[in-house]
Nanobody, 116 residues
Framework: QVQLVESGGGAVQPGGSLRLSCAASRSIETFNMAWYRQAPGQQREWVATITRTGSTTYIEAVKGRFTISRDNAKNTVYLEMNNLKPEDTAVYYC???????????WGQGTQVTVSS
């Protein structure tokens, strides 16, 4: 169904910020969306969810630092990441939220590297 393309990753120093974007090939208005990440040597994990109505939830490790948002008119989901830490280093992916119907395959993600 929906193809998702992540962008906005890069290399930053601890304490830096990045804003990731997830562009969808069609409307995502009816979907709860989420960001996931996979750190080196680790399993992919859920990071944040934004519902159709705009409610948000986050993994404890990023609360207060990350903000997920959406612009349905642009078919885009965002993840603003502030005060980045080395442990945030991972490939970040966008997809439907956990427990919701699968809207498609995983994309290639966008690399975030936090190091000094």
């Amino acid at each position: 169904q929906v193809q998702l393309v992540e962008s906005g990753g890069g290399a930053v120093q601890p304490g830096g910020s990045l804003r990731l974007s997830c562009a969808a090939s069609r409307s995502i208005e009816t979907f709860n969306m989420a960001w996931y990440r996979q750190a080196p040597g680790q399993q992919r994990e859920w990071v944040a969810t934004i519902t159709r109505t705009g409610s948000t939830t986050y993994i404890e490790a990023v609360k207060g630092r990350f903000t997920i948002s959406r612009d349905n008119a642009k078919n885009t989901v965002y993840l603003e990441m502030n005060n980045l830490k080395p442990e945030d280093t991972a490939v970040y992916y966008c997809k439907g939220a956990p427990g919701n119907p699968d809207i498609g395959s995983w994309g290639q993600g966008t690399q975030v590297t936090v190091s000094s």
